[in-house]
């Protein structure tokens, strides 16, 4: 009889945040919330989500697209690694994401030559593209003989809606952990196993707005006159953050066929990716790549528990200055409250690592290093000897 699963994997961190702006809103500006009665700086949990997928897909090798220029990716595989002549690339991508369910848009008015779009984004393993090309490849006698048209329908596409949909439904790890919502296709969408909250500062904070002018290298070398060459300004602020991620792995199980070692592997590395991923907004001015200053994983048998109300009240300086410790205190203090209030019966796997130099008893066994922790968590989600 195999052991009992985990099923859900939380991430805790605490992770302090230099002067930068990870992730603007329309306007530039710094992200914030009003929580607990006064503005906290935060970071949009698609913004930091998309840092840690493409972290993940440089570890596993694994790449997903997500994209509405489906067909000038296609266009451009049959040019580059085909060889076809452009015209008959464009004609032969557009048939194709005519054909699919999800539809297709024509170009934009005055640009009549250039690449049709699919009508919604669609995401699918980047070896999508290959097989799409392939698809056409089969049909090219017939696309070799028709004629361009700015007005193609799906029921004159010379590539079978059928083909073309079956690979918009395939998936690869990331796909089966990240989930896909594609409504226009059959069967196409995949539920999420990875929830992830936006990452918020545990004290109140203040947008500080950065005035800089640029020099004009030939008026400084010639001094004949003053000024510089461009002036603006820019928001950016600074805080410890508090992040919260949840894997469910019953539904990533579920999603790959109960297959465990490709869960065990997609589970270490988006715990990597989650914990050592920075979303890179201003990265160029800014460089804020810092590391975790705690990292805090549970592993629970019957549902999810944000700590996040730690930080309901604002947690204030030390009596030394810096606010990254006295955050870590009260996760400790809110974590010891919350699981005697809990009880511990549906916890499996309690563990931190952390630059911290005290004991944190509310959180589990020290343990040395982030990847420790991780194989920790993993071990106890997913039991090396549970049967296949």
Do not use: C
């Amino acid at each position: 009889m195999s052991e009992k699963r985990g099923h859900f994997i939380e991430a805790h961190i605490i992770q302090s945040i230099p002067y930068a702006n990870l992730n603007r809103d329309d306007t530039n500006s710094v992200k914030t919330v009003q929580y607990g009665g006064v503005n906290r700086t935060r970071v949009s949990s698609q913004s930091w989500k998309r840092a840690m997928r493409l972290r993940l897909q440089q570890r596993l090798g694994q790449e997903a697209l997500r994209t509405r220029r489906l067909a000038e990716r296609i266009e451009r595989h049959l040019i580059d690694e085909r060889g076809w002549d452009s015209g008959l690339a464009r004609r032969a991508a557009q048939h194709i994401v005519v054909a699919s369910s999800v539809g297709a848009e024509p170009p934009a008015r005055g640009q009549a030559d250039g690449p049709w779009s699919s009508a919604a984004m669609v995401y699918v393993p980047d070896s999508a593209v290959a097989e799409l090309a392939e698809l056409a490849q089969e049909h090219r006698l017939a696309l070799e003989a028709a004629k361009d048209s700015k007005s193609l329908k799906q029921k004159d596409a010379l590539v079978p809606t059928d083909r073309v949909d079956a690979v918009l439904r395939s998936r690869n790890g990331i796909i089966n952990l990240f989930g896909r919502m594609l409504a226009q296709v059959d069967d196409a969408k995949v539920d999420g196993a990875v929830q992830v909250a936006h990452p918020f500062t545990t004290h109140e904070t203040d947008t500080e707005i950065d005035y800089f002018s640029a020099v004009d290298d030939v008026t400084h070398d010639w001094a004949d006159t003053t000024g510089s060459a461009h002036m603006g300004h820019t928001e950016h602020s600074a805080g410890v953050l508090y992040r919260y991620v949840v894997v469910d792995t019953r539904e990533l199980l579920a999603n790959l066929g109960d297959d465990t070692a490709a869960a065990r592997d997609l589970i270490t590395g988006f715990l990597d990716a989650a914990v050592l991923s920075l979303p890179q907004a201003k990265k160029n001015s800014t460089a804020p790549h810092s590391i975790p200053d705690l990292v805090h994983l549970a592993v629970r048998e019957d549902r999810p528990v944000s700590y996040a109300s730690a930080f309901e009240k604002p947690v204030r300086a030390s009596r030394e200055g810096g606010l990254t410790e006295p955050s870590i205190t009260e996760l400790d203090t809110y974590a010891t409250a919350a699981e005697k209030l809990l009880g511990n019966t549906g916890v499996r796997f309690s563990a931190y690592a952390s630059l911290a130099a005290k004991d944190l008893t509310g959180l589990g066994s020290r343990l040395d290093s982030f990847d420790e922790l991780i194989q920790g968590a993993a071990d106890a989600a997913l039991p090396a000897g549970e049967a296949k």
